[in-house]
């Protein structure tokens, strides 16, 4: 029997194959696995579902990662997932897998996040699971939103021309990240040290407690703009595009001179040798927001402090490019985080 490994296919190939034959038989499944989240038909709204499990040793390290801190990013990473569906968290579960290295003490602290992200977010802690690891800890929660049907979101309906925005800046986390871990191989050789975290304080606090993007979700809703089309940056911006083009049957065009980086990522991605582009453009974990607007839409946020422009929807046979500030042309490429 053929052996083929995972590695060889993807996180979104498994999906795929995993996925086939399991089209929806309930009438209230209005969208199941190819977004964002699923959809479901709850009467006058619809309900979004989301899930996603974080473990130990792939997704964070203890060494470096402060429980409270962890427990907010649990939470903050599925929140994301609602606000990409144009979706307002309701309730939320919270599972676990716990080894015997975690004691009370330990666990309460990880849920101070998780409740500080409760009231942050405004949604009820509704139930969960608790088992014991043999691996580390492991977190899984499944958060449940709440649109109407006139507001929801999907990544496939990007329109050509259309324009492409993303919220905040990029490639913080993936430059926080560097600094994490290049600090704890110091420490590994020098139990002695300290940390000298003061300089890198933006890039780290991107890293280690992301927010999700909730205020821009309800921002779009007093502006009356419905994104045509939208998804978190988790995986990579250019990663993201390549999901809204197949998902839209598009192509896309963006600019790096319009690409938005915070000075200190910019700075630090320099120190560590990185090119600070290839941090915004295949950096994961920002838990910002790609979205793409109607060009009616443009003058009703033109002026807004942290939606930025930075290209627009073509047609699928002008493909996926990068119009780099001296003003040539290359394909975009996506090499943003592979899980497996």
Known sequence: ?????????????????????????????????????????????????????????????????????????????????????????KQVTVSLGLSNRFSVEAVEELYQGIQAAAQHYNFDVVGGDTTTSRSGLVISITAIGEVSKDLISYRSGAQKNDIVCVTGDLGGALVGLQV???????????????PELGKYEYVVGRQLRPDARMDIIHELRELQVRPTSMMDISDGLASELFHICKSSDKGVAIYEDKLPIHKETYDTALEFNLDP?????????????????SQDDFQKLEKHADIHFIGYITDPKEGKLLVTKSGTTAGLKAQGWKHF
């Open 277 to 293: 582009i290839t941090c915004v453009l295949n950096g994961g974990e920002d838990y910002e927001l790609l979205l793409t607007i």
């Open 1 to 89: 029997m053929k052996r083929t490994e995972i590695g060889e296919i993807g996180e979104f190939g498994l999906i795929e194959k995993l996925s086939e034959g399991l089209s929806p038989i309930q009438e209230s499944t209005v969208l199941g696995i190819g977004d964002d989240a699923a959809v479901i038909n709850a009467g006058d709204k619809l309900m979004v579902v989301t899930t996603d499990m974080l473990l130990e040793g792939v997704h964070f390290d203890l060494s470096y990662c402060p429980l409270k801190h962890l427990g907010f990013k649990a939470i903050a990473v599925n929140i994301s997932d609602i606000a990409a569906m144009n979706a307002i968290p």
């Open 180 to 194: 994490l871990e290049r600090d704890k191989q110091v420490f590994l050789s020098n139990p002695n040290m300290q």
